[in-house]
């Protein structure tokens, strides 16, 4: 190894350990594939992030997720939010029940909030869902210039629902009895 590419490799591995630690400390990443980013959660395994989703009750995954394909991954601070860091990521869909897919749903089970048919969970994943393997290409260490910030996406999801007809005067009987 020349003087010139010791810098270099150190560089890099320090890149990597910081990828890997953000990765793992984070909750949530943002990936984007081919359409807009989507915050998703994952667990790192073996030097690579992992999603599971697509079906039903499951996470949506970010479009353009293909075999071979590249993603953008943008890491949170799990404190504050912000971003710490930003890579590229080689994408790779693992085979349902192949022994690297039964090792990552393994810990992708643990990670898996409020389910609401644990025992039976792995076999839906199987049938219905996409475990998805981004492993860590480029570092962006460059912080951008731009706010980076994007109108959300379309969702059926919602919170407004009309009031209760009760609850103002259930509101008010709290106030009145203090």
């Given amino acids: 190894m020349t003087d010139a590419a ?12 910081l990828v890997e630690e953000a990765t793992k400390k984070s909750s ?25 989703g697509g079906g039903p009750g499951e996470q949506p995954l970010p479009e353009g997720l293909a075999d071979g394909g590249r993603a953008e991954v943008t890491v949170r601070s799990k404190d504050k939010g912000g971003r710490i860091v930003a890579w590229t990521a080689t994408v790779r869909v693992l085979s349902p029940r192949s022994e690297e897919w039964e090792a990552v749903v393994a810990e992708l089970k643990g990670k898996r909030l409020n389910a609401p048919d644990a025992e039976v969970m792995t076999e839906r994943w199987a049938k219905e869902c996409t475990v998805v393997r981004l492993t860590p290409d480029t570092v962006g260490t460059e912080l951008p210039d731009g706010s980076l910030a994007a109108a959300p996406l379309p969702t059926s999801a919602t919170t407004r629902q009309p009031v209760p007809a009760a609850l103002p005067r259930l509101l008010l009987k709290r106030r009145r009895k203090r």
């Fill in 28 to 52: 949530l990443v943002w990936v984007r594939g081919t359409g807009p980013a989507r915050a998703v959660w994952h667990v790192w395994h073996e030097g690579a992030a992992h999603l599971v």
């Fill in 6 to 17: 010791a810098p270099d490799a150190a560089a890099d591995l320090l890149e990597r350990a």
